[in-house]
């Protein structure tokens, strides 16, 4: 991942790897996404940015770009 994001990406390749030193956003998934994708969005939380998201903090957020892109339509 973190080659594919370098070379098509142009980006520096510290993405998509899991490593001492790297940027490393994580989704957790509450279900195994191999026996079904929608379990993508069955999310225990995401660490991003080193700080912990849990599912109440996201579905907020989802809420509030919901009602921000109502507004503007």
Do not use: C, I
Request: hydrophobic share 40%; proline share 5%.
């Amino acid at each position: 991942m973190g080659r594919y994001v370098a070379d098509e990406l142009g980006q520096d390749g510290d993405f998509g790897t899991v490593a001492p030193a790297q940027r490393a956003d994580l989704v957790l998934p509450d279900a195994v996404p191999l026996e079904d994708l929608a379990h993508l969005t069955e999310r225990a939380g995401v660490m991003a940015r080193r700080r912990w998201l849990d599912p109440e903090f996201l579905d907020d957020g989802s809420k509030a770009l919901e009602a921000k892109d109502r507004d503007v339509r």
